[in-house]
């Protein structure tokens, strides 16, 4: 189980395990913004969402240029669900228009898929495959990463 750290902005920066979220609480660094119900460690409720007490300058979040591309990045994005069937659990990316076929591996043509689902599409493109993808995929930013399963 992770943990969101806001920015004193409420902007996300990242995910914290428990553990370090309760070391910020402790140092005072941050506060609590969503709890678990009434679950407590010593004094501090669960939290599921942090918010840093004092504001950190991020100047790399808004570098030039685009996310960089990666597998686990398109699971992400797609939390972790099939483009294909919409279920939960995606365990690999597929490239919409195969790659034998000119496809580019870039965020624009892949997709979070089943390796069921993935190897029946096969090497051919969703329409060929009678496999509509139920959204197009998109370049994301930092912010929808952030956020994990």
């Not at 483009?83 to 979070?112: F, I, K």
């Amino acid at each position: 189980m992770s943990v969101i750290v806001l920015n004193a902005s409420y902007e996300p920066l990242h995910t914290v395990s428990i553990q370090h979220a309760i070391r910020m609480l402790v140092r005072e660094v941050a506060v609590v913004e969503e709890a678990h119900g009434e679950r407590t460690i010593g004094p501090f409720p669960v939290p599921r969402v942090l918010r840093l007490v004092r504001y950190v300058v991020t100047h790399w979040r808004y570098a030039a240029g685009r996310m960089k591309y990666s597998k686990h990045g398109v699971l992400r994005r797609d939390k972790f669900r099939c483009a294909y069937c919409g279920l939960d659990n995606a365990d690999t990316m597929d490239h919409v228009q195969p790659r034998s076929r000119g496809g580019r591996t870039e965020w624009l043509n892949a997709v979070a898929a089943h390796a069921s689902c993935n190897e029946r599409k096969g090497n051919r493109t969703p329409g060929e495959a009678n496999m509509p993808l139920l959204w197009q995929p998109w370049v994301p930013t930092r912010a929808e990463l952030v956020i994990e399963r």
